[in-house]
């Protein structure tokens, strides 16, 4: 079992900068996949970036340049920092942790954070 705890979230002016944390409980942080996600109002929830264990990163096409995943083994949390923000970032940021290849499938997350960007 894996519980997730987002935090950071908040209201950020246009060209802001801020950065989210994703603390972790349990065993398995070490070896998960970590991702951050997001959901507008009346959109689905999308893929913004991924970290492996060994610390490997994946970002959706949308965000490359602005987004900047990276995780704390020792601390057990992942963060992501976003720079240069823009109206259309504004959502609920959602911490997520599945299973790495070969490992029996899980995934957990957390109840999210918001990111209100807006003058």
């Known amino acids: 079992q894996v519980q997730l705890v987002e935090s950071g979230g908040g209201l950020v002016q246009p060209g802001g900068s801020l950065t989210l944390s994703c603390a972790t409980s349990?065993?398995?942080?070490?070896?998960?996949?970590m991702g951050w996600y997001r959901q507008a109002p009346g959109n689905q929830r999308e893929l913004v970036a991924e970290?492996?264990?060994?610390?490997?990163?994946d970002y959706h096409d949308s965000v490359k340049g602005r987004i900047s995943i990276s995780r704390d083994n020792a601390k057990n949390t992942v963060y992501l920092q976003i720079h240069s923000l823009k109206s259309e970032d504004t959502a609920v940021y959602y911490c997520?942790?599945?299973?790495?290849?070969?490992?029996?499938?899980?995934?957990?997350w957390g109840e999210g954070t918001p990111v209100t960007v807006s003058s």
């Open positions: 349990g065993s398995l942080f070490g070896i998960s996949i």
């Open positions: 997520n942790a599945r299973n790495p290849p070969s490992v029996i499938r899980y995934s957990y």
């Open positions: 970290i492996t264990p060994d610390g490997n990163t």
